[in-house]
């Protein structure tokens, strides 16, 4: 699948053996966290995954950002895999790819001031010519965030400000090297709704500004059609439904974003939805199938979902839906 997209997540996987990994046939069992995730990306886009706790985002994410190597297929960054752009030169490859997680209170050294957590990286890469140089940009960075006044706030430690404070930190520490993938995960799931906007909209700034790509992780449906370009749904470590943000969220195809949807709050007042019950919780994640993962929970399934798993679909302008059901 690797193509001419400047991202391009190809086939990845990711199985973990799970425990008592023989049964009595002798075969192999594995968590299936992430199962055959393929999606292309390109500079400047905002892709959105959501789907419920445990299916797999957050792994895909940490693959992405190769924090883990995946079992099996790759991910490439205008060609190049992103395993070997990491053995090549490490400190490059942190450089083009960022992650940003979910709590923003475990992501700082809790002794360290805010400007010697934000100098830690500018001194890493060499960007600025000298320390006095290194602290405008901080200031700058600080300001640019919000974070006023940027001098008091570079002087307190991490305890002294709030999770929105502390988040916009983590975002600006992340955006500092100038990266051209960023992966945020959940980043702001932990925070009040009040302060949410004010994050986002920063993400969305420093995005334009750096024409990252950027992978938005979340289970906030509403949040993730206001900042993304597209969707993927995912479902027991598969990629169900995949196309422009708007049409998946406004037209769902697959049943389980119908479900998913349903049950969401809208963000229109007047809308009235009718909520679409799912059954059951989800299968185990170890060795699914052979049929459709949702099969077993699903309001439209046949006798034929429970024998091999569906093909991925083309209902048009992209967008894709992994359902035999459609026809």
Sequence with gaps: MKNDSFICIDNVSMWY???????????????????????????????????????????????????????????????????????????AFRRLVQIVFQNPYDSFTPRDTIEEILMRPLNIHSIGKDKDERKKIILEALESGGLHPAEEIARRYPHELSGGQLQRISILRAMLVEPKFVIADEPVSMLDVSVRAEIINMLLKLSREKDAAVIFISHDISLTRYISDKVAVMYLG???????????ISNPRHPYTQALISNCG??????????????GEPPTPINPGPGCYFASRCFKASKECFKEYPATHDVGGGHKVACDRLY
């Design 266 to 279: 809208s963000i229109d007042p007047d809308e009235i939805m009718d909520k679409i019950k799912v059954e």
């Design 17 to 91: 053996p799970a425990k008592g990994n023989r049964v009595f046939s002798g075969e192999k069992r594995y968590v299936k966290a992430v199962d055959g995730v393929s999606i292309n990306m390109d500079r400047g886009e905002i892709l959105g995954i959501i789907g419920e706790s445990g299916c797999g985002k957050s792994t895909l994410g940490r693959i992405l950002a190769r924090l883990e190597n995946p079992t099996s297929g790759d991910v490439y960054i205008e060609g190049e895999s992103t395993g070997n752009l990491l053995k090549k030169d490490p400190k």
């Design 238 to 248: 598969r990629i169900v439904e995949y196309g422009e943000a708007d049409e998946v």
